[in-house]
Structures are given as structure tokens and as C-alpha cells.
């Protein structure tokens, strides 16, 4: 009774806060860090899409498209979901780790789609794209011919591996453009060790291209770690390129 009551009056302040309902598959941490990355694109008039590359059940994914949904004045240009929808490939090198298993977080994009429009996305509203990273991200293909070079506004990286990471980041830094939000779920996993998991593959992928820079920006639970994806000019690049790394530490 007690429990019901204090449901029903979170609610109600949901409601009046013009914030949809949250439900029990959405996780108030990535909330978080999804409004406060839509007030940052928002308050800076940054137009783009949405996308989010290992989406599993759909539930980040449909609370970034139900949080959007709700906003007066910002929506995204698009949203799209990337997966191999069969979970964690084999794990080799780095990548093994007790929490880990391949096969993991399997959920089929028929699933996927219907938990979607169980939770409130209208059918059609997200493209998905299936297929491992490596092969699906790949230049020429389908979603690098359907999505324009700079048309991405906020990323949302939860592949968990380095592998995964290290397969996405090229097609991610293509696509997202200047300004652009870019949230590493999993930044905290393997132990936050720079050799391994997504800190190696991002910090291996900073050291190949001293343009790209990652502007911290908001922490969200235990495990992730939202940037501001920058490119760097001229001599900014010298400049900048030998405190980056500290920055990106701190
Ligand atoms: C932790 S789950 C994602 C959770 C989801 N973002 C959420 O917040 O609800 C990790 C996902 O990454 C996918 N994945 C991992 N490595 C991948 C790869 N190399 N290619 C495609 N998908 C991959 C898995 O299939 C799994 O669905």
C-alpha cells in the first residue's frame, strides 16, 4: 500500500516535471546521463542524430527516444541502433574476463523492436543495423552509405569490450560531429584499466589520431563515462596534444 502510494506520487512528479514515466526498464544512472546530454545539445543548439551501438533489450535506447520525445523545443534528426543481436562474439586476448561470456546479452532484433514499442516508441522511428561491428560499420556499406559523415549528435558506446570498441570507434568519430556527446557506458570495466576493455581501445585510437579530442563531461553510476567528441585544428593539435591525455584521466 505504502510502496503503491510513493509509485504513484513519483509519478506525478514525473508528470509534472513533463518527464515520461519511468519504467522499471529504465535505469535512472544512463537517465541521467541521457537528459543531461539532451540539455547540453539543446542549450547549444546542436542538431543530430541518436545512435547507440549495442542496444541489447532496447531499454537505453527507448528512453533516449522517450526523453526527446517529451522536450518542447528538441528532438533528434534520427535514431539508430547498431547489434550483432546474437550478444558478446568470442572473446580472445583482453577481452576475457569473468564477467564476460560469449553469447551474452543475446536479444534478437524482433525482440528488440517489440520491447520498443512496449515502451512507448512508435514502430519505424528507429533504423537497426544487425551484424557484428566489424563487418557492419565498414566503409561503403550500408550504414556508412545511409549515414552522412557529421550527422551524429549523441553516441551511446555500450559494447562492454575492447574488440567491440576498437571495431566501432572509426565509423563512430566518421559519423558523430563536432560537439557531439559521446557516452562510453563501460568505461569503469575491467577494473578502469587503460589496458584493457574500452580505455584501451579509445586511448589506442586517440594516440593514431591526435585531432580527435574527448572533453570530459559527465560521470553516470559506477561504469560510465560521457565525453564531448572535439576536432582538433592546426596548432591546436601540438598545443593540446601533450596535456589531452591528462585531461582525459581526470
Ligand atoms: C551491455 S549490452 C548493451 C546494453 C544496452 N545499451 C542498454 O543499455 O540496455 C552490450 C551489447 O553489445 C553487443 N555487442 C558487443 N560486441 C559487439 C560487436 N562486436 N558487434 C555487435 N554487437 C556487439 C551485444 O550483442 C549486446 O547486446
Not at 543548439?45 to 522536450?71: D, H, I, K, N, P
Not at 519505424?124 to 557484428?132: A, E, H, L, M, N
Request: net charge neutral.
Amino acid at each position: 500500500m505504502y510502496t503503491q502510494l510513493l509509485m504513484a506520487l513519483r509519478h506525478l512528479v514525473r508528470r509534472l516535471a513533463g518527464l515520461p514515466p519511468r519504467h522499471a526498464w529504465s535505469n535512472p544512472a544512463r537517465e541521467g546521463m541521457l537528459t543531461i546530454g539532451i540539455d547540453y545539445l539543446e542549450a547549444n543548439r546542436l542538431s543530430g542524430a541518436y545512435a547507440e551501438f549495442g542496444v541489447w533489450r532496447g531499454e537505453t535506447l527507448a528512453t533516449a527516444c522517450r526523453l526527446a520525445q517529451v522536450r518542447q523545443s528538441f528532438r533528434f534528426g534520427g535514431h539508430y541502433a547498431f547489434d550483432s543481436f546474437e550478444g558478446f562474439p568470442e572473446l580472445s586476448g583482453a577481452d576475457v574476463h569473468p564477467m564476460f561470456k560469449t553469447g551474452d546479452r543475446a536479444c534478437s532484433l524482433e525482440q528488440m523492436s517489440a520491447n520498443l514499442e512496449r515502451f512507448g516508441v512508435p514502430p519505424g522511428q528507429v533504423k537497426s543495423y544487425k551484424g557484428w561491428f566489424s563487418v557492419s560499420l565498414v566503409p561503403g556499406g550500408a550504414a556508412d552509405r545511409e549515414i552522412a559523415d557529421g550527422s551524429l549528435s549523441f553516441v551511446w558506446a555500450d559494447c562492454d569490450l575492447y574488440e567491440s570498441t576498437r571495431d566501432l570507434l572509426p565509423f563512430l568519430f566518421r559519423k558523430a560531429k563536432p560537439g557531439a556527446v559521446v557516452a562510453f557506458d563501460d568505461w569503469f570495466c575491467f577494473d578502469a584499466n587503460p589496458e584493457k576493455g574500452v580505455q584501451k581501445a579509445v586511448f589506442e585510437y586517440l594516440a593514431a589520431h591526435p585531432e580527435v579530442t574527448l572533453v570530459p563531461f559527465h560521470r553516470f553510476g559506477w561504469h560510465g563515462y560521457g565525453f564531448i567528441f572535439q576536432k582538433l585544428t592546426g596548432d591546436a593539435i601540438d598545443m593540446l596534444g601533450q596535456v589531452r591525455t591528462g585531461l582525459l584521466m581526470g
